[in-house]
């Protein structure tokens, strides 16, 4: 080897004048090689369902010398700590003490938030990181999530892609990375904000629902009560207009006779008593179903008159004496039921009636 200030290679021996050595050779390919691994070789790979990863088939370059990984090759990751966390390097090490360059595993230090361990680069040995691997709390296995690829990155490995100058990709890759994370965060923060205005609208729209049944059934109630305040005081003055009038024809007929008419007055009574029992049924609100499906499940203990609310449709079905469902929609049928107008013209025709045959009884 030269050991003056300038340096020149390679000349034929003359008497021992010329003698090299490997590392005047390795100094001879640094200008047209910089290190790191060529043509996207040795890649680390977790496909073994086990604490070990696999480097592919690749070369690389480190300071002048060579690397060939022919085969495969695998490495053993330590097991995992109980409790905390730990980063190790794969990388690919110069030793000139020991005169060879490998693969190998450096492992980390367990921590909560663990770091990768320092690359050693010194006069004696030379790391290229090829990969870091993620070993968390309580794994036992290795997959290729936890594997971050460094290869690209210049200052940890590099590829080796032109025999004068390797471009440098670390910031490429660094840009390209913070690009990609940027863009999942937006797509994160897209889908909490869609979650957050779904559950207000659906709040919102059980709250309208709830009001809207809850107004249905103060105005049906409402409905209901005048109905019954009207019908009663209509009753009650039939009441009072027929003992005028019977009191009147008492006054003009014998006492057997009276005794009969007061019979037939019972008798209608009787029946008044009837209609009146049927007009006070009323419908009775039960509450709200999600769809007909789920109202059928009600009949089991429905009563007639029973109202519930189905929402998908938002109609409301009474139960009727048939054993069906009658469809109210949003106004309240009362069909089955008495009219002011039956009350009057069905209570005229039974006094009259009943007047006729006790008159006729008498004579």
Do not use: H
Request: with cysteine.
């Amino acid at each position: 080897m030269n050991t003056n200030t300038e340096a020149s290679s390679f000349f034929n021996d003359v008497d021992n004048d010329r003698v090299y050595y490997a590392e005047d050779f390795a100094e001879y390919f640094i200008p047209f090689f910089t290190n790191g691994i060529f043509n996207n070789g040795c890649q680390v790979i977790a496909d073994k369902n086990n604490m070990s990863v696999d480097v592919s088939v690749g070369r690389g370059f480190i300071n002048g010398y060579r690397y060939y990984n022919k085969i495969a090759k695998n490495l053993i990751i330590e097991n995992a700590d109980g409790v905390l966390n730990r980063i190790d390097n794969i990388v690919i090490r110069l030793d000139l003490t020991n005169r060879t360059i490998t693969a190998q595993v450096v492992k980390g230090t367990f921590a909560e938030e663990p770091q990768a361990p320092d690359l050693q680069r010194d006069s004696v040995i030379y790391d290229l990181r090829i990969a870091k691997i993620s070993v968390p709390a309580g794994a036992t296995t290795i997959t290729q999530d936890m594997v971050t690829d460094t290869r690209f990155i210049t200052s940890d490995c590099g590829n080796v892609i032109s025999p004068i100058k390797t471009p440098d990709t670390e910031q490429l890759f660094i840009q390209i990375q913070t690009a990609f994370d940027k863009e999942l965060a937006n797509a994160q923060l897209i889908v909490k904000n869609l979650k957050t205005d779904s559950d207000s609208i659906l709040q919102t729209t059980q709250k309208n629902i709830d009001s809207k049944i809850k107004g249905y059934d103060t105005t049906f109630n409402g409905k209901i009560n005048q109905y019954d305040t009207s019908l009663t005081g209509k009753l009650t003055d039939y009441e009072l207009q027929f003992s005028s009038w019977f009191q009147k024809v008492k006054d003009t007929l014998s006492t057997d006779v009276a005794g009969a008419l007061m019979n037939a007055i019972n008798a209608v009574d009787e029946r008044v008593d009837g209609v009146e029992a049927k007009i006070s049924s009323v419908y009775t609100p039960k509450g709200s179903v999600d769809t007909y499906e789920d109202l059928e499940s009600k009949k089991a203990g429905a009563k007639a008159g029973d109202v519930w609310d189905v929402k998908d449709t938002g109609m409301n079905y009474a139960y009727t004496e048939a054993g069906e469902w009658d469809e109210l929609g949003m106004t309240i049928d009362l069909t089955d039921y008495a009219k002011t107008e039956f009350v009057k013209e069905y209570v005229k025709q039974e006094i009259s009636s009943n007047i006729t045959k006790a008159l006729e009884a008498s004579y």
